[in-house]
């Protein structure tokens, strides 16, 4: 996510950060899901309808991957007007054609989470507690899947728009095993990263 908070409103430098990035320990769907979520927490900054910010993100990566043919799925049956556990289930069956991620360690692949971040973007649409909470109940990577719509929520409607419950219990602290960064607050990490988007820019 950090790629996109340093290039707001620039989704094609985020991804392409984030390629280089992704590029040490991941091959294709994976560098792409990098890209695809770096790219949206960038669009992010500037727009302000789920479904523009996820075509922003699919924009930077192949439009011939499985990862991209996977989300756009996601969007059409989301379209339908089906419930998101109909959704959910329509998620599952696709992604059982290569992998079942409800077996083994198959639940942490790129591609079926991906298509989960999607539908709780789309189904939060401008409810933060919504799209956190599709995302983590369809299970699966779901720290990582709420964390990720909860990010990309939270860059488009803006910090005083994240209801407080999720804030509060926080107390602007953070836990971290990195040397150093062990007891450093939220607000901190925030402005040293918009620090570094305005160095960006200059």
Not at 37 to 61: H, N, S
Not at 84 to 105: L, M, S
Request: with cysteine.
């Amino acid at each position: 996510d950090v790629y996109g908070y340093v290039c707001p409103g620039d989704p094609r430098r985020a991804a392409a950060l984030a390629y280089k990035d992704a590029s040490l320990s991941h091959r294709r769907n994976g560098v792409y899901g990098a890209m695809w979520v770096a790219a949206m927490v960038a669009a992010a900054f500037v727009l302000d309808e789920p479904e523009a910010i996820i075509r922003a993100g699919l924009a930077e990566i192949p439009p011939h991957s499985r990862l991209h043919e996977a989300v756009e799925k996601v969007i059409g049956w989301v379209k339908s007007e089906v419930t998101w556990e109909d959704a959910f289930r329509q998620i599952r069956e696709f992604n059982n054609r290569y992998y079942n991620a409800d077996v083994g360690e198959n639940w942490i692949h790129t591609i079926p989470n991906a298509c989960l971040v999607a539908l709780g973007l789309l189904v939060g649409a401008e409810d933060f507690s919504a799209g956190v909470g599709t995302a983590v109940s369809c299970g699966w990577d779901t720290d990582c899947n709420g964390a990720t719509v909860g990010s990309i929520l939270g860059v488009m409607l803006g910090a005083e728009n994240i209801p407080s419950h999720w804030t509060t219990p926080l107390h602007d602290e953070i836990e971290s095993y990195i040397p150093g960064q062990n007891g450093r607050t939220i607000s901190d990490l925030a402005q040293q990263i918009a620090q570094l988007a305005r160095l960006k820019n200059q």
